[in-house]
Nanobody, 117 residues
Framework: VQLVESGGGLVQPGGSLRLSCAAS????????MRWYRQAPGKERELVAR????????LYADSMKGRFTISRDNAKNTVYLQMNSLKPEDTAVYYC???????????WGQGTQVTVSS
């Protein structure tokens, strides 16, 4: 199983980025997908979650209205659209896949997002 994140980078405050996580080696449509992030010196935190079908989403309070999680099961890819970025959004963003029945999960290697002027 591989989860490969991409799309991170340096962006100015107020800007936007779109992260992607391409999955392989698993039946993507059987997995709940989550984005987490970890800032330096802080614990990893949940950013957003999307159900296996894409019909249900959940966001951490600080991301509501700014971030949008989506998935394309035909492309085995989950996305995180991030708008109105703030310096406090600076972190490594990780993709997580969890099987809906068995509970086993997998992690990507992370992609760095830096919000700075």
């Amino acid at each position: 199983v591989q989860l490969v994140e991409s799309g991170g980078g340096l962006v100015q405050p107020g800007g936007s980025l779109r992260l992607s996580c391409a999955a392989s080696g698993l039946t993507f449509s059987s997995y709940t997908m989550r984005w987490y992030r970890q800032a330096p010196g802080k614990e990893r935190e949940l950013v957003a979650r999307i159900s296996s079908s894409g019909g249900s989403t959940l966001y951490a309070d600080s991301m509501k209205g700014r971030f949008t999680i989506s998935r394309d099961n035909a492309k085995n890819t989950v996305y995180l659209q991030m708008n109105s970025l703030k310096p406090e959004d600076t972190a490594v963003y990780y993709c997580n896949a969890q099987h809906v029945l068995l509970g086993r999960d997998y992690w990507g290697q992370g992609t760095q997002v830096t919000v700075s002027s």
